[in-house]
């Protein structure tokens, strides 16, 4: 059974920095691609980062570029999103997913198992 497990979350000032990890078990993770999304409250979840299986086309959302950095360890089997300059505008429950698929991978539809998320709140 895939498992996701995501960390780092919590409560930092704007302009601030946060490091989430999510943690894959389940299946062969250097064969899959990985995508952090967020969703805020009464929003729709969207897509932040993205990463193929062999780390390439890394993608990101216009919000969140040159800010966020996406990367993984496929010795760890994690995927880390470093998050630099955080703004409240950021603030959203983070969750990690993993994908069979190596394109469109900032649609949730590509992604077939979710984390149960981590809180990230941005204060003023």
């Known amino acids: 059974q895939v498992q996701l497990v995501e960390s780092g979350g919590g409560l930092v000032q704007a302009g601030g920095s946060l490091r989430l990890s999510c943690a894959a078990s389940?299946?062969?993770?250097?064969?899959?691609?990985m995508g952090w999304f967020r969703q805020a409250p009464g929003l729709e979840r969207e897509s932040v980062a993205a990463i193929r299986w062999d780390s390439g086309n890394i993608y990101y959302a216009d919000s969140v570029k040159g800010r966020f950095t996406l990367s993984r360890d496929n010795a760890k089997n994690t995927v880390y999103l470093q998050m630099d300059s955080l703004k409240p505008e950021d603030t959203a429950v983070y969750y990690c997913?993993?994908?069979?698929?190596?394109?469109?991978?900032?649609?949730?539809?590509?992604?077939?198992?979710w984390g149960q998320g981590t809180q990230v709140t941005v204060s003023s």
């Open positions: 389940g299946r062969t993770f250097s064969s899959y691609s």
């Open positions: 997913a993993t994908s069979r698929y190596s394109y469109d991978l900032r649609y949730a539809r590509q992604y077939d198992y």
